[in-house]
């Protein structure tokens, strides 16, 4: 019996005949048709009459077997970007069969939280593949979220005193070196300041480092004669 793995092309069974007789009409499970799929094929050929022996029409030389194939898993969406709600891997299977009971390191707990999870799964057996049981599809990775940076307290009007702008990072992130127009130094005239800031990584957020936080607006008072 001659084992051989499917490949998803025909493999034809290599017949001899003990006699060096000129091997003939090989067929499988009585067809001529040379196979393809996963299976146990009864194989019978033709050998011609050689010296001391006689020729042979129709004899069996025993079973071919194409095995089933062992499919690969692949995670297909990573990596996925924070979003506050849980995100579940796509896992696919090579061989299309069913996917199924898929795990985040272990846990079937689709995860919200920034990681890298070891993604494990099953995958049922089609014709040609065989089945899988907690197989390996490699790395699911959630990456950090990029936070906003907003003013809290614009417009402001003309005082002539300094008013520092108050910025919020929206990962709750600690701000720090926020700057007017590129300058550190807190205004005190009337104008439009563009602000920027730095935003400390936070949880679920990646860092910020001069990012845009908006306007401040400063406004004159004009008094009226």
């Known amino acids: 019996m001659l084992f051989r793995s499917y490949t998803g092309s025909t493999i034809a069974a290599t017949v001899t005949c ?9 067929k499988y499970n009585a067809s001529s048709t040379v196979p393809t799929n996963a ?23 025993g079973n071919f077997v194409i095995s089933q194939a062992t ?4 995670v297909t969406n990573t990596p996925q970007t924070y ?10 299977c090579s061989s299309t069969g069913t996917v199924s009971n898929v795990l985040y390191g272990g846990s079937s707990t689709v995860p919200t939280n920034i990681g890298t999870y070891a993604i494990t799964a099953n995958c049922a057996s089609t014709t040609n593949y065989t089945a899988l049981t ?3 599809a490699g790395n699911f990775v959630i990456a950090a979220a990029t936070p906003t940076l907003t003013i809290t307290n614009t417009p402001q009007t003309y005082t002539g005193s300094t008013i520092a702008a108050t910025v919020t990072c929206s990962s709750g992130g600690t701000v720090s070196n926020v700057k ?30 001069g990012g845009s936080a908006g306007n401040l607006d400063r406004k004159s008072t004009r008094l009226n004669s």
């Not at 499919?71 to 692949?74: A, I, K, Q, S, V």
């Open 71 to 74: 499919p690969t898993l692949t």
């Open 83 to 92: 979003t506050g709600s849980a995100i579940a891997a796509t896992v696919t």
């Open 180 to 209: 007017y127009n590129a300058s550190s130094t807190v205004p005190t005239n009337a104008s439009t300041y563009a602000i920027t800031a730095d935003c400390a990584a936070s949880g679920n957020y990646a860092a910020v480092t």
């Open 18 to 26: 003990s006699s060096g007789g000129t091997v003939s009409n090989v």
């Open 134 to 136: 907690g197989a390996s």
């Open 39 to 61: 299976s146990t094929y009864a194989i019978t050929a033709d050998c011609a009459a050689s010296g001391n022996y006689a020729a042979v029409t129709g004899g069996s030389a």
